[in-house]
C-alpha cells in the first residue's frame, strides 16, 4: 500500500516523514522517531498511557493514525525539558511521590499539561476529571492530584 506523506511538528520541531496509511502515531513516535517516553498500555484506548498533547487537546496515541497529523503541532513527555531542566510538573509529581513504576506517568503529565495549560487554576473536580482517561495501576491518585494542585498554585 502506498505511503502517506506528513508533515508535523513534533516538539516544536518541523519532522516529515512517509507513513503507512494504517501506522499509529504511537507507534512512528516511538519507533520512527524514536520518542519512546510514550508508552502503550492497552492499546485500545482504555488506559491513557500513550496520551500526548496534539494542537492543545489530548489525544491517545493508540487509536491515531499518523497520516491524520499533517499540519498539526504534537507534544510528547519528551518536549517538556528546557534547558536540561524538568518541567515543573514533573518536579512537582517526583515530589509529591507521585508515581511508582512510572509507567502510567508520561501520559498523566501531558493530560495534567492539557488541563494547566488552558486552565491554570483548576479545581480538584477539574483535575480529577482531567487525568480521569489515566489509569495506574501502583499508586493513588490523590498524589498525582496533590501535585497538579501544587503546580497550579505556583503559577499564581
Ligand atoms: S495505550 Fe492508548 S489508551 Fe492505552
Ligand atoms: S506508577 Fe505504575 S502504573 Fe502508574
Known sequence: MDKVKV????NGKPVSLEVKPYARLLDVLREDLGLTGTKEGCGVGECGACTVIVDGETVNTCLTLAASMDGKHITTIEGLMENEKLHPIQEAFIKHNALQCGFCTPGLIMSAK??????PNPSTEQIKVAISGNLCRCTGYEQVVDAIKEVAEKSK
Open 7 to 10: 508533515n508535523m511538528f513534533v
Open 114 to 119: 492539557a488541563l494547566l495549560d488552558s486552565n
